[in-house]
């Protein structure tokens, strides 16, 4: 009888311990599954976001359909569009292929990414989709481009236009939240003319190859000096830049920085020297507008200007008019009869 209830003890032991047993290996099971579907939901979040901002073109045939859409001109437009929209700037920033057909009307999909953490990067160059969108607002508006659509981005918009002219119907390009433009043949020839390549380079092809913005504001340029006040230092399209407030119109001028000032003016200008808006002497090449205004200074070197206090006495000057009367003088100053 001892016998038999110490087996059963045994028994009851050996099935607690064999419960027990599977339980904790059900238990590790499920930890795994739970941090397996966490990760996995980790990376379709960071896929979500990757095509929420996503942007998208559209190629189609003529309508007549006498030519089909050639794949060679779909192809080159859709990576014309997403070289459009990469920003020069941003090497690390590359376009992530979501979705392609190849079915009629040709579409493909891309988004910003980070390649050396293959994150989302819209925030990275969202100035520079922001100007691609204006401009194209207003070409579609009849308008002109601004200054920041360099000519390197207008030649590749240029070869859009030129494919919609000739063999492409019509191009559709998507920006998200509804944004989208299309350009037809019509749009497309005058959007050629607004941009109008030729005559805004002024510069000879090879030289001053540093000047990429050749913008149509841009009527002349000359070696010059000006000279203002310094309101800040900043960067100008990321080149190091002062902007003054010009002495003799009153205007904010960008004046960016040659590199072989860079090493002196680091250490020549200090913090109080723009609180002061000390006034100062920028040499460079000075671009002016049709109107003559200056728009830009590139290639500054900087000079600060020393002011003293001047008094009455300093330009006191008994013997300025001679024996001659003050009236006198300042008439035959006015007929120019001043020996």
């Not at 060679?72 to 979501?98: C, E, G, H, N, S």
């Not at 691609?132 to 920041?148: A, T």
């Not at 433009?181 to 510069?203: D, F, G, S």
Request: charged letters at 30%.
């Amino acid at each position: 009888m001892k016998f038999y209830t110490k087996a059963k003890k045994i028994i009851k032991y050996v099935k607690l311990i064999i419960i027990g047993g599977v339980a904790f290996v059900g238990i590790r099971a499920s930890y795994k599954s739970i941090a397996w579907n966490n990760e996995n939901t980790s990376m379709s979040i960071q896929e979500v976001n990757i095509m929420m901002n996503s942007k998208k073109i559209t190629v189609e045939a003529a309508q007549d359909q006498t030519e089909l859409l050639n794949i060679v001109d779909a192809m080159q437009q859709a990576m014309d569009f997403f070289i459009l929209l990469t920003d020069d700037r941003q090497t690390d920033i590359v376009w992530k292929l979501v979705s392609a057909s190849t079915n009629s009307p040709f579409t493909a999909e891309a988004a910003p990414v980070d390649r050396l953490t293959n994150a989302p990067a819209d925030d990275k160059i969202q100035h520079h989709l922001n100007m691609i969108e204006r401009n194209l607002d207003q070409l579609c508006d009849g308008g002109l481009v601004d200054q920041e659509f360099l000519i390197k981005k207008r030649e590749i918009f240029m070869r859009i236009c030129k494919r919609n002219m000739n063999g492409i119907g019509r191009t559709l390009m998507f920006f998200g939240d509804d944004t989208k433009y299309e350009i037809w043949p019509e749009l497309a020839a005058r959007a050629i003319k607004a941009m109008n390549i030729e005559e805004v380079k002024y510069i000879e092809p090879g030289k001053d190859e540093e000047y990429e913005y050749l913008f149509k504001t841009y009527a002349r340029k000359e070696h010059g000096s000006i000279d203002g006040r310094i309101i800040s230092l900043n960067t100008d399209y990321d080149e190091p830049s002062i902007k003054i407030k010009e002495h003799a119109t009153g205007r904010e001028i960008h004046c960016r920085i040659a590199e072989s000032a860079l090493d002196g003016i680091k250490s020549s200008v200090t913090a109080g020297d723009v609180w002061e808006h000390r006034r100062a002497r920028i040499k460079g090449v000075i671009n002016y507008d049709q109107n003559g205004k200056i728009v830009r200074v590139y290639d500054c070197t900087l000079a600060f200007i020393k002011d003293r206090e001047v008094t009455l006495d300093d330009i006191h000057d008994p013997e300025f008019t001679g024996e001659l009367p003050i009236l006198e003088y300042i008439d035959k100053l006015r007929e120019n009869e001043l020996e």
